[in-house]
C-alpha cells in the first residue's frame, strides 16, 4: 500500500509540472578537465546579468534556475587552476559538457606523470565525446527497456593477475525517449558487482564485491571511486554488473494518450475515448554508442529468472561503463 500511495502522490505532483515549468528557466550540467575528462568541483558558475551564482558539486554537476531569461545573459565558469570560459545562453544545450582549461601547462603534465607512474589504465575507456553528443548524432541505444529490474553485466580482462580496481565510470541519461510528460528524477539508487567469469560458461560467476550506489543528480558521467574498498581482482577476466533496484526512488513515471473503449453499440461498434496512459521505468539509464574508432562491441550478458545470458537484444556497439585498474 505503501508503494501505491507513492505512486499516487507522484501522478499528482506530475499534474502541476508543466505549470511550474514554465515559470523558470534551468540551466545544468556537468563541467569537466578538458585534459583529463574528469569533473572539476567546486567551480562557481554565474550568470553575469541576472546576478544568479552557483557551484558544482563532486561530480562537477550544477544546476541554476531563474524566474525569466534574458536572452543576451551569459554562463561564466571560474575555478583556481583554470581559464574561465564564457558561455552566452543562446548556445547553451540542456545538460552539456562544460570543458575548462587548466591555466598552467606545467601542471597538466606533472598530473599525466603521475597517472603513468601509478600504472592505471581503463579498460572499456569512453570519452564525453561519446555522451555529449548521444542525442545529436542520431544514437537512440539506451538501456531501461531490456534491464528494468533486472541486472546487466560487461565483460573486461585486465593486463595481469591481482590487478587492484580503483575505479568505475559510467555514462547515464536522462529520459531518452520522448512521452507526452514525464517526471524527472534525479535521485537514484542501484548496485555494482566485480564478478569473476564462470570458466565453464563464460558467464558472470563468483561475486567478489558488490556495493550500493546513490545518486541526487542528472549528471551524465558519474566516477565511483573504489581505492577505499581495496578491491584486488585474482583473475585477469571480471565483470562489472550493474542491478538496477525496483524502488519508487528509481522510478520515471510517464503519461501519455491512449485510446479507450467507453462502451460497445448494439451493432458491435465500439465507442472510444481519449484517457491517459501511465507506464514506469526505473533508473538508471545507461549508454549505449557507437565506437567509431574500433566498432567493437561489449560482450554483455543479462540476468532473466536469475540466470545469467548473452544479451542478443542489446543492438549497440558498445556500453559507457569502464574500470580503471592498477597494476
Known amino acids: 500500500m505503501l508503494h501505491l500511495s507513492y505512486r499516487c502522490i507522484l501522478l499528482v505532483v506530475l499534474c502541476f509540472i508543466p505549470i511550474l515549468s514554465f515559470a523558470q528557466k534551468a540551466y545544468d550540467g556537468q563541467v569537466i578537465d578538458s585534459a583529463t575528462e ?98 545529436s548524432r542520431g544514437a537512440s541505444h539506451h538501456t531501461e527497456f531490456i534491464v528494468s529490474r533486472t541486472a546487466l553485466a560487461k565483460f573486461f580482462i585486465a593486463p595481469k593477475a591481482n590487478t587492484t580496481l580503483r575505479t568505475i565510470s559510467l555514462g547515464r541519461q536522462d529520459f531518452p525517449a520522448a512521452p507526452t510528460l514525464a517526471l524527472r528524477n534525479a535521485y537514484t539508487n542501484f548496485l555494482i558487482h566485480i564478478m569473476l567469469q564462470d570458466t565453464v560458461t563464460g ?21 565511483i571511486d573504489l581505492d577505499m574498498d581495496k578491491i584486488v581482482i585474482p583473475k585477469t577476466n571480471f565483470f562489472i554488473a550493474i542491478e538496477w533496484e525496483n524502488n519508487p526512488y528509481n522510478e520515471i513515471i510517464t503519461v501519455s494518450n491512449a485510446q479507450k473503449v467507453e462502451r460497445t453499440t448494439k451493432r458491435g461498434w465500439q465507442v472510444t475515448k481519449d484517457a491517459a496512459e501511465y507506464r514506469v521505468y526505473y533508473q538508471p539509464f545507461l549508454v549505449g554508442y557507437d565506437n567509431e574508432k574500433t566498432f567493437k562491441r561489449s560482450l554483455l550478458y543479462i540476468k532473466v529468472n536469475n540466470q545469467w545470458q548473452v544479451c542478443k537484444q542489446y543492438h549497440m556497439g558498445d556500453l559507457a561503463l569502464s574500470a580503471t585498474v592498477h597494476y
Open 38 to 135: 574528469d569533473p572539476i568541483a567546486g567551480v562557481t558558475v554565474k550568470l553575469l546579468k541576472e546576478k544568479i551564482t552557483t557551484e558544482t558539486n563532486r561530480r562537477g554537476f550544477f544546476e541554476l534556475y531563474l524566474e525569466k531569461q534574458i536572452p543576451n545573459d551569459t554562463l561564466q565558469f571560474s575555478s583556481i587552476g583554470y581559464n574561465t570560459f564564457k558561455l552566452p545562453v543562446s548556445q547553451y544545450q540542456s545538460q552539456m559538457f562544460i570543458s575548462l582549461e587548466a591555466s598552467n601547462t606545467l601542471l597538466n603534465e606533472v598530473r599525466i606523470a603521475n597517472k603513468k607512474k601509478l600504472k592505471d589504465i581503463v579498460l572499456g575507456k569512453f570519452t564525453y565525446y561519446d555522451l555529449k553528443d548521444f542525442v
Open 203 to 223: 558467464a558472470p560467476g563468483k561475486i567478489l564485491f558488490t556495493k550500493e550506489i546513490a545518486l541526487s543528480d542528472n549528471s551524465k558521467l558519474v566516477d
